[in-house]
């Protein structure tokens, strides 16, 4: 394992998410993914990420990393949990920051990351409670992710963050784009989250994938549509370039993402030994400029191709009744959002206050909500103002 420092935090170039523990990619199973974790530190992960958020994550990962606790670094998040609006109060933040460490049964926190956007609470007033537990030493640093762009630039420009916590893999570089940038311009460390593509860059999953009911990627766009067609075309390619250096293809995709500027750690979610194993094999794995270069023109072509076709697509969703199917109407509403965001064509305020009303419904598809689903469609159709037949030109 290779290490990165940044500031006053070295961490492994490779990193373990515990998002899987709450049950976002199907029921985990608690005693394997403990295993998992203490493989990890045998093999040299020492960043371990989780958040208040993620069900009873903090307590299992605390529970487990208790003999070596000093060794590694913590990074966990604040400001959404189940039951509550998102908060990034001062007072709350207080009372987020002693629930995690009693949770995580640890006197610090590493990082201690901002996870959603509150629009209620001045950016100023969270620094201020971000700086106050620092001094304090129940933290050692702060990071900021799930922002949008111009609250980045907020916390970069008032504050001192230690990182931007940004989705990232050669199947959703959009991070790139936006995030990036503000790595550079005030030294902040990036570290990218989903850097196997939830599993797609593994070439493990084809068209005829079967995830768990409870399983996100039901619902993902990236799994959906030309947008899931994109990214195997890309697996396809990281699949060549692997048989090239000798390795599979989810370390040359790891591997990627270490190679961008900036980025001191590529977090990866396998809940398996195996596939840790296999991540962590990318450590120290350089892909030549070469190699760098002709994917990049594979992403501009496929960035043109996905253009096009989501637009007509998006347009089609909106212009037309909603599939009978709610699971389906459900999908491609969601499919609306994050493309639409991905292409500006919807701002991020507008999309995370529709998907704050359209996630909940998710619990119950059935007749009864379509007409919730209906009225969600409409809100979309007029912020995106999607008026008439579109041209197979746009």
């Avoid at 958020?53 to 487990?64: P, T």
């Avoid at 989903?194 to 409870?214: C, M, P, V, W």
């Avoid at 067609?229 to 370390?251: C, H, M, N, W």
Wanted: with cysteine; aromatic share 8%.
């Amino acid at each position: 394992m290779q290490y990165r420092l940044h500031k006053n935090l070295e961490v492994s170039e490779i990193g373990v998410g515990c998002y899987a523990l709450s049950g976002a990619y199907g029921s985990p199973d608690i005693d394997h993914f403990q295993d998992m974790v203490r493989r990890a530190y045998e093999i040299g992960v020492t960043f371990f990420d989780t958040a208040e958020g993620y069900g009873d994550a903090e307590r299992i990962l605390g529970n487990v990393v208790k003999p070596f606790r000093d060794e590694i670094c913590i990074a966990t998040k604040v400001g959404i949990r189940e039951g509550v609006k998102p908060n990034l109060s001062k007072n709350y933040i207080y009372e987020a920051c002693t629930r995690s460490l009693k949770q995580l049964d640890t006197d610090y926190i590493d990082l201690y990351q901002i996870h959603f956007d509150d629009p209620q609470t001045p950016v100023s007033e969270t620094l201020e409670a971000l700086d106050t537990l620092v001094s304090e030493g129940k933290i050692r640093a702060y990071g900021v992710g799930h922002l949008p762009i111009h609250q980045v630039k907020e916390y970069c420009e008032l504050g001192s963050p230690f990182s931007i916590l940004m989705e990232l893999s050669a199947v959703t570089r959009k991070s790139r784009e936006e995030l990036l940038p503000f790595c550079d311009a005030y030294d902040v460390a990036g570290i990218g989250f989903s850097a196997t593509g939830r599993g797609i860059l593994s070439g493990k999953y084809g068209h005829d994938a079967q995830f768990e009911s409870n399983d996100i990627r039901n619902h993902d766009p990236l799994f959906q549509r030309t947008r899931f067609e994109s990214a195997l075309r890309i697996t396809d390619q990281f699949a060549k370039l692997a048989e090239d250096y000798g390795v599979i293809p989810v370390q040359i995709a790891i591997a990627w993402v270490l190679a961008q500027p900036n980025i001191v750690c590529a977090l990866t979610g396998s809940s398996k030994i195996e596939h840790l194993e296999e991540n962590v094999g990318a450590s120290g794995l350089t892909i030549k400029r070469k190699d760098l270069e002709k994917l990049e023109d594979l992403f501009i072509k496929e960035d043109g191709l996905l253009a096009e076709k989501d637009r007509q697509i998006i347009h089609s969703i909106l212009s037309n009744p909603l599939s009978s199917d709610p699971n389906q109407a459900f999908n491609d509403l969601i499919y609306v959002i994050e493309t639409g965001t991905n292409m500006d064509m919807l701002s991020e305020d507008s999309a995370f206050s529709v998907l704050t009303d359209l996630w909940p419904l998710k619990k119950k598809l059935d007749g009864s909500n379509l007409s919730k689903l209906a009225d969600i469609q409409e809100r979309l159709k007029t912020l995106i103002q999607v008026t008439g037949p579109i041209s197979k030109k746009e």
